[in-house]
């Protein structure tokens, strides 16, 4: 308890120390809330109400490395990012996207899509058992019917749906309340987290509207005083309508209410189900990380730039396989560990996520922990200075998988996951090929 306490004061020291050094009210909000989710765990970890497997002094230190160097690496290059007052291309850009027809139409397609999964896999969960619930979105022979069909929804279809929820959700927060707009979003992101129950989606959607709610800020004041209390009411009903969902999606996992069927019991029971999963991921994660320090060697440690890196590793395996060569991706070698449940407590298991700190480290040790830690905070403050400098779609969608990365670390590091690798190549890709077309003109 008095490591995580020690652990926790050094974070609100930091975060002290960037008030001062940061004058910039994105980057401030940016890192307010990367340190602020990491106080928490450090909270939680030090209260340790469920009595699970102790956080050891060493372990914070990997994890107060992680963060200073992730820190000053944003920090170095936020004394080069503007402030506002810039002009409102982005924002005209977004406010032309939402009454394009093109725009609106393929969104419609995509939420049907989705919808139509969803359809499909509501009709094999009638007679599944419940273990199935989060197979049959990543596995053949559930509702897919071909390993390719399975590829390709949960990487390029994957890439689609993020394309259209950040974009829709940054229309959103530039001041466009699009009923037909709100609508499409709405099913997207219901369909598309119903499909296998996953409550990190629903997680994702919250992200993506603190992000735009703090990149658009930096453009424009966006807000008017009197549409403030508008806007606090909608994000409460948002944040409210949320955890509902989340609420739900953990009591049917568990099985609550299929016998008997009593909403108000389902919903106390999913909600208390709720906060044990919150708690025991948010301290499970870093006793895995814990666990994998220890336990290295079973990894394949070290991995030398290959578990960082995963994602792309992945991509390109895949494109080999489809031109007839027989190549493993590396994250095979390594997944089956990560599946694998291991014991964090009395009557607790946990399994999957080792937090991003996991990868640095078993690339390069604590080196890999330095280096990739202050790639990671350079490159999340470099995508927001060309946000607010250049304002276009593709630097909007790069912000996007640098925030997500650097707010999820604590339980993964999302670059690693194929489709939002493919989100960032698609995104260089897009910007080179605009830029090339451009000069050409």
């Known amino acids: 308890m008095i490591c995580g306490i020690i652990a926790c004061v050094l974070l609100l020291a930091m975060q002290a120390l960037v008030n001062k050094l940061v004058d910039n009210g994105v980057v401030k909000k940016w890192l ?18 469920y009595n699970l497997t102790e956080i050891k002094f060493e372990t914070y230190l990997i994890i107060i490395l992680f963060i200073l160097f992730y820190l000053l690496g944003f920090v170095v290059i936020s004394n080069t990012i503007p402030k506002r007052n810039q002009p409102l291309r982005l924002v005209n850009a977004l406010s032309q996207l939402s009454v394009s027809k093109l725009y609106l139409s393929a969104f419609t397609f995509v939420s049907l899509i989705t919808s ?7 009709l094999y969960m009638s007679t599944a058992p419940l273990s199935d619930s989060r197979l049959a979105r990543f596995y053949v022979g559930y509702v897919f019917n071909s390993g390719v069909e399975q590829i390709l929804y949960n990487t390029v279809f994957s890439v689609i749906v993020s394309f259209f929820l950040i974009t829709s959700s940054a229309i959103i927060v530039s001041g466009v309340r699009d009923k037909c707009l709100i609508l499409l979003m709405t099913i997207t992101v219901l369909s598309w987290s119903g499909f296998g129950f996953g409550r990190f989606d629903i997680v994702y959607v919250i992200l993506l509207f603190l992000m735009n709610g703090s990149l ?14 508008n806007t606090s009411i909608t994000k409460g009903f ?3 309508s949320s955890v509902f969902v989340m609420v739900l999606v953990s009591s049917y996992r568990t099985g609550a209410g299929q016998e008997d069927f009593d909403f108000i019991s389902i919903l106390m029971s999913g909600l208390n189900i709720l906060f044990e999963q919150i708690v025991t991921y948010l301290n499970g994660s870093i006793i895995a990380l814990q666990y994998a320090l220890n336990e290295s060697e079973k990894f394949g440690y070290p991995g030398y730039g290959m578990f960082t890196l995963s994602g792309f590793d992945e991509i390109i395996s895949l494109l080999l396989n489809f031109l007839g060569f027989d190549v493993i991706p590396f994250n095979y070698s390594y997944s089956a560990i990560l599946d694998k449940n291991i014991y964090i407590g009395e009557g607790f298991e946990f399994n999957a996520l080792y937090t991003g700190i996991f ?22 403050a470099f995508t927001v200075r060309n946000f607010i400098i250049n304002q276009k779609i593709e630097n909007l969608l790069l912000c996007w998988i640098f925030y997500s990365t650097s707010l999820l670390m604590p339980f993964m590091l999302k670059i690693t996951s194929t489709d939002t690798a493919l989100l960032f190549i698609s995104a260089l ?7 090339v077309f451009k000069k050409k003109v």
């Open 216 to 229: 658009l800020s930096g453009i424009v004041k966006i807000i008017k005083p009197k549409e403030k209390l």
């Open 429 to 435: 890709l897009y910007h080179f090929i605009s830029s």
């Open 359 to 380: 990868y640095f480290y078993m690339d390069f040790g604590l080196i890999g922990v330095v280096v990739f830690s202050l790639i990671l905070g350079m490159g999340s």
């Open 32 to 49: 307010r809330l990367f340190l602020m989710s990491w106080c928490l765990i450090t909270i939680i970890c030090a209260v340790n109400i």
């Open 116 to 122: 139509y999964y969803f359809y499909k896999y509501l």
């Open 238 to 240: 948002g944040i409210l």
